[in-house]
């Protein structure tokens, strides 16, 4: 049998990082045994998905040449591969209707009233929050009824009640044991008809013949809900293989708050696909001669399945960075020709207004550009003591304005441009300029350092190592909003 795997993101915002790590192992796999990759797109909860995030997971993909064989906009034999399109096919429904008539699953009827005052009542007398099965007897003849005079209803599993749940993941020394009494009675269709997430991605794992779903391990509560689905089903499952999240330096699941998760942020900083992919694979898996360097054939050559990091890989940008250099200074001529005209044109329209000013020949772009396309600056520690505060003063402010410019850059919404940066920072000195009632005389002489002219002299310097620059907070806007809060940050440590 063929293998086959497959990624099935949900197209909910920016294509994540941790998209292209479980990608990237599965194309490997594929690829080494001369199966198939396909990418599937999980929009059942049609609150949270947008088309323009699928785009942007199609085109993802694309650039960083994890090119699947299936796949919503390359077609295939089994589509199609996005699960709003196979609702409407009446695809789920007849699994759940079929899982009704055998007895392993029922209507429950409970209205969002009643499932509020449940988890209340469970969380009051602290017990697990978790339906409480009320339903679950309900004689089918009763609920055909209820439900054909119109009343609403969802279909849930009937999770066994007892016993263990025991699976043996190939990456894990230990079986995975849970507790069947632990395990919800899932909802596997809501009450508009669509299917959740469980029951759609175990219904198209079989549809579409995925032999293996290599994915991360944030899905193992959810296997022995699929375990016994597939069962239940009649389905042969596939294999189940889970290998360890990507992790922030702290050990947290990778979030944006810590690191740029969004692929194409990556993308427009210039970085190479080639240096992406090798970083990602060696996440996840190592040479087997212990190489650093090495590119997607090298991998899929070289990869295995039982060697994959179970352990959540650190996320370490710095290593990132150093294999770029690696990848880039290797590049035949010609490619890096294109390499340095691409990264200088990607910016070039939005920087000549800026400097256009201060130029007197078309070489002062160069200069002028610097601080924009360098990866650092070096600010003179003098030039960060603005007149009239000491050291001290100006290393509380620059770590006081990275924290907020952090906090704001991680914002759900947040739009790094210089309008609405201008209109931060602003608020930010009203606000902090102003001490409270009952302020030490500490805060009160802190709350006089949040002077405009101070902070932006401040800002200046610290971002772009200068102490003149084009208009404060379109060169933010430019710097970008890692690169400022990283340069803010490496103010503070000449300030020591
Ligand atoms: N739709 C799930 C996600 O967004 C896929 C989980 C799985 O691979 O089964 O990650």
């Not at 009824?145 to 020394?173: H, I, N, S, T």
């Not at 219904?203 to 032999?211: E, F, G, K, S, Y």
């Not at 770029?324 to 920087?351: C, I, N, Y």
């Not at 606000?431 to 002489?445: F, V, W």
Request: hydrophobic share 40%.
């Amino acid at each position: 049998m063929s293998v086959r795997v497959r990624i099935a993101p949900s197209p909910t915002g920016d294509p994540h990082v941790g998209t292209a790590y479980i990608g990237l192992l599965n194309y490997c796999f594929a690829k080494h045994h001369g199966g198939q990759f396909v990418l599937r797109i999980e929009d059942t909860d049609q609150t949270r998905c947008t088309e323009a995030s699928a785009q942007a997971i199609y085109a993802s993909m694309k650039w960083l040449g994890l090119n699947y064989d299936e796949g919503p906009d390359v077609g295939g034999a089994r589509g199609p591969y996005i699960q709003s399109e196979r609702v409407k096919l009446g695809l789920y429904r007849k699994y759940a209707d079929q899982l009704v008539a055998q007895g392993d699953a029922y209507y429950c009827f409970c209205t969002a009233r009643e499932l509020d005052g449940m988890k209340a009542r469970q969380r009051a007398a602290n017990e697990p929050i978790m339906y409480d099965r009320r339903h679950r007897g309900l004689p089918p003849a009763e609920a055909q009824a209820r439900a054909a005079a119109g009343e609403p209803y969802v279909v849930r599993m009937k999770a066994p009640l007892e016993g263990e749940f025991v699976y043996r993941d190939r990456l894990r020394k230990q079986p995975v044991v849970k507790g069947w009494k632990e395990i919800d009675d899932q909802v596997l269709l809501k009450s508009d008809g669509w299917p959740t997430y469980h029951l759609a991605a175990v219904v198209d794992d079989h549809l579409m013949a995925i032999t293996h779903v290599i994915r991360a391990e944030e899905w193992l509560n959810s296997l022995p809900k699929h375990i016994w689905l597939n069962e239940k089903l009649g389905f042969t499952p596939p294999e189940y293989v889970h290998v360890g999240l990507l992790r922030n330096a702290d050990k947290s699941k990778i979030s944006k708050r810590k690191n740029p998760t969004n692929l194409m942020w990556y993308k427009a900083q210039g970085f190479m696909p080639e240096a992406l992919l090798n970083f990602l694979a060696l996440l996840g898996h190592s040479h087997p001669d212990g190489k650093e360097k090495f590119g997607l054939e090298e991998m899929i050559a070289f990869f295995d399945l039982d060697r994959i990091n179970v352990a959540g890989p650190v996320f370490d940008l710095a290593k990132l960075r150093h294999l770029q250099g690696q990848w880039f200074r290797e590049l035949p001529p010609e490619r890096m020709r294109a390499e340095v005209h691409r990264a200088v044109d990607a910016r070039f329209d939005a920087l000549l207004p800026l400097f256009k000013e201060r130029m007197a020949f078309g070489g002062d772009f160069v200069w002028q550009a610097e601080p924009f396309y360098a990866d650092s600056v070096s600010p003179h520690a003098d030039d960060l003591v603005p007149k009239g505060l000491d050291k001290a003063q100006a290393k509380w402010l620059l770590e006081q304005v990275q924290q907020a410019l952090k906090a704001y850059a991680a914002g759900e919404n947040a739009v790094w441009d210089a309008p609405s940066l201008e209109a931060f920072i602003r608020t930010l000195i009203t606000e902090r300029s102003q001490p409270a009632a009952d302020a030490t005389p500490d805060q009160q002489a802190q709350a006089k350092l949040w002077q405009p002219k101070t902070l932006f002299m401040l800002l200046r310097v610290a971002s772009t190592g200068k102490k003149e620059s084009p208009p404060l907070f379109d060169t933010l806007a430019q710097i970008g909003a890692l690169r400022v809060v990283e340069r803010l940050g490496m103010a503070q440590q000449k300030l020591r």
